[in-house]
């Protein structure tokens, strides 16, 4: 089956996700939330989004595989040919009621994207990409081409730092504090797919995490690659079954932050 099937697909079930999403989120109160782990949380919303991409993909691509957040614990198959879903990034925020939420979808052969859709529900904003193709935003039905920021100097960045709020890695608080001693502005906005589509947007110049699950990273470091960014090498030795450290950024601030996070 031809990419340009699985790249329109993509767009089409991340929005079909994205409204299932929205749907969910209107309706967050009557949510049932569990912990997965110390710091990590799931909703019935995620298993149900994830439930439809799973269903959606597998009718129209059978020979491909699903690797998705809420069943990857499940998933022993090869990842050769597979798609790679977060249904929900952003699970925090969504059920606090913060509009900071995405469905990030990316198709991968032999650990390479070559697909890679973030759809925004509350901003009905469609990010994606196709390998060689440039990045695109849809809004309204019309497609914009995007473009990572021109920043060339790390006292002028504006960078998100992803990482577990309520956990004091000291990995975390080293990398913070080099960062503002070279002057950069930090933030984390709680998504880092979306975090990751906004820096191949512009509106962020960088975004690191030290430990990033391949769901949360594949679609986007494609879309900053495609925009004219830079990324450092992602999945990990450990393929993508195993958290890695994440690097994208405008071109001109790469080098120096991909310094910066390899002490780290």
Not at 3 to 13: G, H, M
Not at 49 to 76: H, N, Q, R, Y
Not at 121 to 126: F, G
Not at 216 to 223: E, F, R, W
Request: proline fraction near 5%; glycine fraction near 10%; charged fraction near 20%.
């Amino acid at each position: 089956m031809p990419l340009t099937a699985r790249y329109i697909a993509a767009q089409e079930f991340a929005r079909l996700a994205g409204e299932r999403a929205r749907n969910f989120f209107a309706q967050r109160e009557a949510l049932k939330v569990e912990h997965k782990g110390a710091q990590n949380l799931v909703s019935h919303a995620d298993r149900s989004v994830e439930e439809l991409l799973a269903t959606k993909i597998a009718a129209a691509f059978p020979a491909d595989a699903f690797f998705g957040e809420e069943t990857s614990a499940t998933m022993t198959g090869p990842l050769d040919r597979v798609w790679v879903v977060d249904p929900i990034d952003g699970t925090h925020n969504f059920i606090r009621g913060v509009r900071y939420y995405c469905v990030s979808i990316a198709y991968v052969e032999n650990g390479r994207a070559e697909i890679g859709v973030v759809y925004d529900p509350e901003h009905d904003e469609l990010f994606h990409t196709r390998r060689g193709d440039g990045a695109w935003r849809q809004r309204a039905g019309n497609d914009t081409p995007l473009r990572t920021s021109t920043c060339s100097e790390l006292s002028q960045a504006f960078v998100c730092v992803g990482h577990h709020d309520r956990a004091p890695d000291p990995r975390i608080l080293a990398l913070r504090h080099a960062l503002m001693d070279a002057g950069v502005a930090t933030r984390n906005m709680g998504a880092g797919a979306l975090q990751l589509a906004h820096v191949a947007a512009g509106h962020f110049d960088g975004f690191i995490e030290l430990s990033l699950n391949s769901w949360d990273a594949m679609a986007g470091l494609l879309l900053v690659e495609e925009a004219g960014g830079y990324i450092a090498p992602f999945p990990g030795p450990g393929g993508m079954r195993v958290p890695a450290p994440v690097l994208g950024s405008a071109m001109g601030i790469g080098e120096p932050l991909a310094k910066i996070v390899a002490a780290w």
